[in-house]
């Protein structure tokens, strides 16, 4: 199984509103990511879990609220989101061999397609 | 400043024609330099780099890392229509930080 999945495909919300966006990844990565890509803009990174424990957050603003539950799941919660949030949000995982000189690879979900009105 | 840049931004070609897209990077603690497809969804994984000289190849596509220039190359010979897409390059460092050049923008024409 080398997939990661991501729910919902698409996400409508108010400003208002409270969701969350879920991924999944059962190929044992130890390191999971958060993606937000504009249109034609490449992907720009929010947030990265290693080992469950939050390693990077790219000074992404707090109504956006990272959660690893467990080394399978990433969540993101949404809470008084702005109509410039919307974007595709791109979940990815990697195996984080760890050690210097050691590189990984990534791989990505299909996204979230999240519009605020 | 870390930054990735690739060229041109965009390429139109027509089938059969031979592509060749520049990645160039300045970061710090570099680890490895990654190939992305992205057509109208997720980006699809092509090639990972970690030594210089050495040529990756799948099928038509070949990269190649130059950690001295620091630069990559990303090869497309016989170019076909469905290679028409976004081709990004990111760039791992620091540890585990990822950062992705603009991409390139290829349409193949029949």
């Known amino acids: 199984d080398t997939e990661v999945t991501q729910t919902p495909k698409h996400l409508v919300m108010g400003m208002t509103n409270k969701k969350s966006l879920k991924c999944e990844q059962h190929?044992?990565?130890?390191?999971m990511y958060w993606y937000k890509q504009k249109a034609k803009k490449p992907p720009e990174l929010m947030f990265v879990?290693?080992?469950?424990?939050?390693?990077i957050n790219e000074s992404v603003p707090s109504r956006f609220s990272p959660e690893c539950p467990n080394s399978s799941l990433l969540n993101l919660h949404l809470h008084a989101l702005q109509p410039e949030d919307s974007a595709l949000y791109l979940c990815?995982?990697?195996?984080?061999?760890?050690?210097?000189?050691?590189?990984?690879?990534?791989?990505f979900g299909p996204g979230t397609r999240l519009t605020v009105l | 400043e870390d930054k990735v840049v690739q060229s041109p931004l965009s390429l139109v070609v027509h089938e059969g024609d031979t592509v060749t897209l520049n990645c160039s990077y300045e970061?710090?603690?570099?680890?490895?330099l990654l190939w992305y497809k992205q057509e109208k969804k997720a980006p699809t994984f092509l090639f990972m780099l970690?030594?210089?000289?050495i040529e990756k190849k799948s099928g038509r596509l070949s990269s190649i890392l130059d950690k001295k220039e620091l630069f990559s190359i990303l090869n497309i010979t016989a170019t076909q229509t469905g290679d028409s897409a976004i081709y990004l390059c990111?760039?791992?460092?620091?540890?585990?930080?990822?950062?992705f050049g603009s991409g390139t923008k290829l349409n193949v024409k029949p």
């Open positions: 990111a760039v791992v460092y620091n540890f585990n930080k990822f950062y």
């Open positions: 879990y290693s080992y469950e424990k939050l390693s």
């Open positions: 970061v710090t603690n570099f680890r490895s």
């Open positions: 990815a995982s990697s195996p984080l061999a760890g050690g210097l000189g050691v590189a990984d690879t990534q791989y």
């Open positions: 970690t030594s210089s000289g």
């Open positions: 190929m044992g990565h130890r390191a």
